[in-house]
């Protein structure tokens, strides 16, 4: 006997309650390219945490109750498609895409306006740095980099 267990909420509701960006659980930069070579085939949370690049105990601790697509054996082993967590990171976990005179307040944990910018230029790097309107935190927006030649 096998049991299919797939939560997951339609895009309609989602999006009229989603208010805040989710940031616990989200993955870095190289873990998202990973992400992209899962298969189309079932992993267990170890074998998934290997191939992406995260903890074990990050499955069941955050993604499991996020509703992450998932189904368990007769014998209660937890198996994850490949294919079916990758649509679902991507639904639930979107890319924050920033303007040009925006930048990313880890503070407020929202994108904001950049009021007064000023130009730095330090070693290879060239980069506006202002101040968050809501906390006063500095923050950093990176235009050039010339060391990895970006």
């Keep these: 006997m096998t049991i299919f267990l797939k939560i997951w909420v339609n895009e309609e509701d ?10 616990k659980g989200r993955l870095k930069g190289y873990q998202r390219m990973r992400l992209i070579k899962l298969l189309d085939m079932e992993y267990t949370p170890g074998e998934l945490a290997i191939e992406v690049g995260f903890n074990r105990r990050q499955v069941y601790r955050v993604y499991m109750h996020q509703g992450c697509p998932h189904r368990r054996d ?10 079916e967590f990758q649509e679902w990171y991507e639904f639930f976990y ?11 307040c880890l503070t407020c944990k929202k994108p904001v306006i950049m009021n007064n910018p000023h130009l730095i230029k330090k070693g290879g790097f060239i ?3 202002c101040k968050c309107p809501n906390c006063g935190r500095k923050l950093p927006r990176i235009i050039e980099n010339k ?3 970006k």
């Design 14 to 23: 989602y999006m009229t309650d989603q208010t805040e960006i989710i940031l």
């Design 74 to 83: 007769n014998k209660r082993r937890l198996w994850i498609n490949g294919k």
């Design 94 to 104: 979107p890319r924050i895409e920033l303007g040009k005179n925006e930048a990313f």
């Design 127 to 129: 980069y506006w740095i």
């Design 147 to 149: 060391k990895w030649g």
